[in-house]
């Protein structure tokens, strides 16, 4: 057939459109991930450190940097040894490079969520083949449990990164151990990621792995298991790695090793001494809401768990990775003591599950993930309505006025995502469809970080506090916290301060060094000769001790702690 002037039509070989729709889809898929990468890390500093814990693991490293003491963590001057001190170590490396400031202090828990999408991305395309990283890297980035904790200072996302670096090594050791020198390779990178989460969060890094072993090889009849997993090397690698930081500190801090594993770990773990009990089902909403887009894929993926296994008595890593998220799920479950942050690490083995089972990838699947988006985004407009109208106290009004426009904008992008979802899913584009969703998630989330919570900070941060006392001519000779200590004001003034009738978490260094144990009766003399002297409190304790006749003058107050000065 020949063309209007005669000549044959031009035609293009389909093997080139093919080549060339695969290279315009991996520079979208790339153009995608660097601005999620630029908005992640950009959001570290959008908002002011928070109370207590961000305030505490932003503080430990800038006492390190300041005395120069790496090896004895301190909190206020007091020794603290609640945790091992790797993520200490890296935040204050930070701070020497990047210098002092609430981006610097984010670095290491935002660094290591980031790493640790790009690692289940990397163990899915390994493990289940091409096509499934940048699902299971979608899935992660999106969950709203991960999201959140990745933008939070807390040791909980390198714990995390840790252990999921070690199993996914694991299950690639496992997966060739009749190479025996791949997978002694495999082996030890899992051994070495086991002793960062050891020095990390713990003993809870070898006690997770074990019970999992244990209770994968029993399901699976696969006791090859325990002898490719090279025990006796890979514990020596962790004692050479992790023991010389807990020889050392049993020498110079005395009672460390009664204090550390006992007390801080033993006890927490079997009694209510940490008073943070809560009921056995405690995690399982946490998990539903922190997974929310995903549920329909994480049923369809335990639904046709066995389709994919493999003979008993043979490795099987998808029997592994279920058997890893139950026994954290149940670990965690059993203790007296529960924190919200403690099931992160089952979110990336739920993504490496979704993207490892061909059953969940479904235009089901991603219809009811829309809809759920759709139904949080009803559900959060509703909400905001109904808190807006049964606020009562103060804090809860300013709260209300605070964090509604962001929530506003959170509600929104889980629409858009929703809808553009259910769109695409009109011309059966499934993966169009769940990167949509991923997207409405991934945007909300950024919406709440960085525009509800930064609008919320004033309220849980002695930022605006320490900008006031920064101001002050001369500088405060003392700083005082009363009736409790505000963690997020030492970083900020680059000071330590004098805490007052409160010992809580600073029991055990104030056991060691008594005199930064202050009493009411010694704050109220120091307080009357002390003119230049400043201090923070509960707004019940600035009226207690109004009536004692006290003399204090305000210098800030909000709906819950008040800043006054001597004069």
Request: with cysteine; aromatic share 12%.
């Given at each position: 057939m020949?063309?209007?002037?005669g000549n044959?039509?031009l035609?293009?070989?389909?093997h080139?459109l093919?080549?060339?729709s695969?290279?315009?889809t991996?520079g979208?898929?790339?153009?995608i991930?660097?601005l999620a990468?630029?908005?992640?890390?950009?959001?570290?500093?959008?908002r002011?450190l928070?109370?207590?814990?961000?305030g505490r693991y932003a503080e430990?490293?800038?006492?390190?940097?300041?005395?120069g003491?790496w090896l004895?963590?301190?909190l206020?001057g007091?020794?603290?040894?609640?945790k091992?001190?790797l993520?200490?170590w890296?935040t204050a490396t930070?701070?020497r490079v990047?210098?002092?400031?609430?981006?610097s202090?984010r670095l290491v828990?935002g660094l290591a969520?980031?790493?640790?999408i790009?690692?289940v991305?990397?163990?899915?395309?390994?493990?289940?083949?091409?096509?499934?990283?940048i699902m299971?890297?979608?899935i992660?980035?999106s969950?709203?449990?991960?999201f959140?904790?990745?933008?939070?200072l807390?040791l909980?996302?390198?714990?995390t990164?840790f252990?999921?670096a070690?199993?996914?090594?694991?299950c690639?050791g496992q997966?060739?151990r009749?190479?025996q020198?791949?997978s002694?390779?495999?082996?030890?990178a899992?051994?070495?990621?086991?002793?960062?989460a050891?020095l990390?969060?713990?003993i809870?890094?070898?006690?997770?792995?074990a019970?999992v072993?244990?209770?994968?090889s029993?399901?699976q009849k696969?006791?090859?298991?325990?002898?490719?997993s090279?025990?006796?090397?890979?514990?020596?690698?962790c004692a050479?790695?992790?023991a010389?930081?807990?020889l050392?500190m049993s020498?110079?801090?005395p009672d460390?090793?009664?204090?550390f594993f006992?007390h801080?770990h033993?006890?927490?773990y079997?009694?209510?001494?940490?008073?943070?009990f809560?009921?056995w089902w405690y995690?399982l909403?946490?998990?539903?809401?922190?997974?929310l887009?995903?549920?329909?894929?994480?049923?369809?993926?335990w639904?046709?768990r066995?389709?994919?296994?493999?003979?008993?008595?043979?490795?099987?890593a998808r029997r592994?990775?279920w058997?890893?998220?139950?026994v954290?799920?149940?670990?965690?479950?059993?203790?007296?003591s529960k924190?919200?942050?403690y099931?992160?690490?089952?979110v990336?083995?739920?993504?490496?599950?979704?993207?490892?089972?061909?059953?969940?990838?479904?235009g089901?699947?991603a219809k009811l993930?829309?809809?759920l988006?759709l139904?949080?985004a009803?559900l959060l407009a509703?909400?905001?309505?109904g808190f807006a109208?049964?606020?009562?106290q103060?804090?809860?009004?300013?709260?209300?006025d605070?964090?509604?426009?962001?929530?506003?904008?959170?509600s929104?992008?889980l629409?858009?995502?929703?809808?553009?979802?259910l769109?695409q899913?009109?011309k059966d584009r499934?993966?169009?469809a769940?990167?949509?969703v991923a997207?409405?998630?991934?945007?909300?989330c950024t919406?709440?970080i960085?525009?509800?919570?930064?609008?919320?900070?004033?309220l849980?941060s002695?930022?605006?506090m320490a900008?006031?006392?920064?101001?002050?001519?001369p500088?405060?000779?003392h700083i005082?916290?009363?009736?409790?200590y505000?963690?997020?004001?030492?970083?900020y003034?680059?000071?330590t301060?004098?805490v007052?009738?409160?010992?809580?978490?600073?029991?055990f260094?104030?056991r060691?060094d008594p005199a930064?144990a202050?009493s009411?009766e010694d704050?109220?003399?120091?307080?009357?000769?002390d003119?230049d002297?400043c201090?923070?409190?509960p707004r019940d304790?600035?009226?207690?001790?109004?009536t004692?006749?006290l003399p204090?003058?305000?210098l800030?107050?909000d709906?819950?702690?008040?800043l006054v000065?001597r004069?």
């Amino acid at each position: 057939m020949l063309s209007a002037d005669g000549n044959p039509p031009l035609t293009m070989p389909t093997h080139g459109l093919a080549a060339r729709s695969r290279t315009q889809t991996t520079g979208l898929v790339w153009a995608i991930g660097i601005l999620a990468c630029l908005i992640w890390f950009a959001l570290l500093g959008a908002r002011p450190l928070f109370r207590p814990d961000e305030g505490r693991y932003a503080e430990i490293p800038r006492e390190m940097v300041a005395s120069g003491d790496w090896l004895v963590p301190r909190l206020d001057g007091v020794v603290y040894v609640e945790k091992p001190p790797l993520q200490y170590w890296l935040t204050a490396t930070s701070y020497r490079v990047l210098g002092e400031h609430i981006w610097s202090a984010r670095l290491v828990p935002g660094l290591a969520a980031a790493l640790g999408i790009l690692l289940v991305g990397w163990g899915a395309r390994r493990l289940w083949g091409p096509g499934r990283g940048i699902m299971a890297s979608a899935i992660c980035a999106s969950a709203p449990l991960y999201f959140l904790l990745g933008q939070l200072l807390t040791l909980d996302m390198l714990f995390t990164l840790f252990l999921t670096a070690a199993l996914i090594t694991f299950c690639i050791g496992q997966s060739v151990r009749d190479d025996q020198r791949r997978s002694l390779r495999w082996m030890l990178a899992c051994w070495i990621a086991i002793a960062g989460a050891v020095l990390t969060k713990g003993i809870a890094a070898l006690a997770i792995p074990a019970v999992v072993i244990a209770a994968y090889s029993f399901w699976q009849k696969d006791t090859r298991v325990w002898r490719a997993s090279r025990i006796g090397l890979g514990l020596a690698v962790c004692a050479a790695i992790a023991a010389p930081w807990f020889l050392a500190m049993s020498r110079v801090v005395p009672d460390f090793a009664q204090f550390f594993f006992i007390h801080e770990h033993l006890m927490r773990y079997a009694t209510r001494s940490a008073d943070r009990f809560q009921p056995w089902w405690y995690f399982l909403p946490i998990l539903i809401v922190g997974m929310l887009p995903w549920v329909p894929q994480l049923a369809s993926a335990w639904r046709h768990r066995e389709l994919d296994s493999v003979p008993r008595g043979s490795f099987d890593a998808r029997r592994l990775l279920w058997v890893w998220a139950l026994v954290v799920l149940l670990f965690f479950s059993a203790s007296k003591s529960k924190l919200i942050p403690y099931v992160l690490p089952i979110v990336p083995v739920v993504a490496l599950l979704i993207a490892g089972s061909g059953a969940s990838a479904t235009g089901r699947n991603a219809k009811l993930s829309a809809y759920l988006s759709l139904a949080a985004a009803v559900l959060l407009a509703i909400g905001l309505v109904g808190f807006a109208f049964a606020a009562r106290q103060e804090k809860q009004q300013v709260l209300s006025d605070l964090m509604t426009p962001g929530l506003i904008a959170m509600s929104l992008a889980l629409l858009a995502g929703a809808i553009a979802a259910l769109w695409q899913l009109r011309k059966d584009r499934i993966e169009s469809a769940l990167a949509s969703v991923a997207g409405g998630w991934f945007g909300g989330c950024t919406f709440l970080i960085g525009w509800a919570a930064a609008a919320a900070g004033p309220l849980y941060s002695a930022a605006p506090m320490a900008a006031v006392l920064a101001a002050r001519l001369p500088a405060p000779s003392h700083i005082y916290s009363v009736s409790y200590y505000e963690q997020t004001l030492p970083f900020y003034l680059r000071r330590t301060i004098d805490v007052v009738d409160y010992r809580g978490e600073l029991e055990f260094g104030m056991r060691l060094d008594p005199a930064r144990a202050i009493s009411l009766e010694d704050f109220a003399a120091r307080w009357r000769t002390d003119l230049d002297a400043c201090a923070a409190m509960p707004r019940d304790d600035y009226n207690r001790l109004l009536t004692t006749g006290l003399p204090m003058t305000i210098l800030l107050q909000d709906p819950r702690y008040v800043l006054v000065a001597r004069r």
